[in-house]
């Protein structure tokens, strides 16, 4: 790990650039695999992730099947050479944990009704880790869903903020993630449910507030991008 930069905000700038609420650059690509049933490649900033769907599937074994509707299964990796020490291959507790959470924050929109006994398995692979990679995960899953065709109620979008130098901030890179006083990951459905808010670090009830409305600031932004690369994609106006 690099040494911790004295300053992380410097003359009003944060050490990329940015303004306290501005998202690093962004790039969605819709349909890049031809074997998955749907797909999505993202960068944001240094993150490169891609997203693959497979389904409505028949689940094996079919004792977990769900007679009524769907199951939805989420398996997020970071690939060995993801990041700057070479990574372990296979899945570790963070892997694990980080799996659950995004299923947990894309399974609410997916309406499972429409396949019943079936399964949508959803495959999220970071290629590029710069903090920030299960909020791109989520986003990059959500594109994929979408263009796989599974019905949903609405497309998911994540973001995170952070407090850096006792400021909050939108977006955290990985050295502001590092050596930040705080992180809090959330994802949403426009324009305000929640499917997704953890927190690691410490916010006033203030700052809690502050940095909520920047989130949901930041999801919106998301959302526009997404929805215009599926309209790109299939040239279709709609939510």
Same mark, same amino acid.
């Given at each position: ?6 300053? +992380? ?8 650039? #940015?303004?306290?609420?501005? +998202? ?10 031809? #074997?998955?049933?749907? $797909? ?7 993150? /490169? ?15 977990? =099947? ?13 690939? $060995? ?18 799996? /659950?959470?995004? #299923?947990?924050? &894309? ?9 019943? /006994?079936?399964?949508?398995?959803? %495959?999220?692979?970071?290629? =590029? ?20 065709? &599974? ?5 998911? $979008? ?38 997704? +808010? =953890?927190?690691?670090?410490? %916010?006033?009830?203030?700052? %809690?507030?502050?940095? %909520? ?27």
């Amino acid at each position: 790990m690099k040494d911790k930069p004295e300053k +992380l905000i410097v003359k009003g700038k944060r050490l990329d650039g #940015r303004k306290m609420d501005e +998202l690093r650059p962004i790039k969605i690509e819709v349909g890049v695999l031809k #074997r998955a049933d749907g $797909s999505c490649y993202m960068e944001l900033g240094e993150n /490169k992730v891609m997203a693959a769907v497979y389904g409505p599937r028949e689940v094996h074994p079919r004792h977990l =099947q769900e007679a009524t509707k769907a199951i939805i299964r989420y398996r997020y990796n970071m690939a $060995s050479f993801s990041v700057e020490e070479r990574k372990r291959p296979g899945p570790d507790r963070r892997s694990v944990e980080i799996s /659950k959470v995004s #299923r947990d924050a &894309i399974e609410p929109v997916i309406i499972k009704e429409c396949f019943p /006994k079936a399964a949508v398995d959803i %495959f999220v692979e970071v290629l =590029q880790a710069d903090a920030g990679t299960r909020t791109a995960g989520i986003n990059a899953a959500s594109v994929a869903l979408a263009d796989a065709g &599974i019905p949903m109620k609405g497309l998911v $979008s994540s973001c995170a903020v952070g407090k850096i130098d006792g400021q909050i901030v939108l977006d955290p890179m990985k050295e502001e993630d590092n050596y930040g006083e705080a992180d809090m990951p959330i994802a949403m459905v426009m324009p305000d449910k929640i499917t997704l +808010l =953890q927190m690691d670090g410490c %916010f006033t009830q203030d700052e %809690f507030k502050q940095a %909520f409305e920047l989130a949901k600031k930041g999801c919106e932004q998301i959302y526009e991008m997404q929805r215009q690369a599926l309209i790109e994609k299939y040239g279709v106006e709609g939510k």
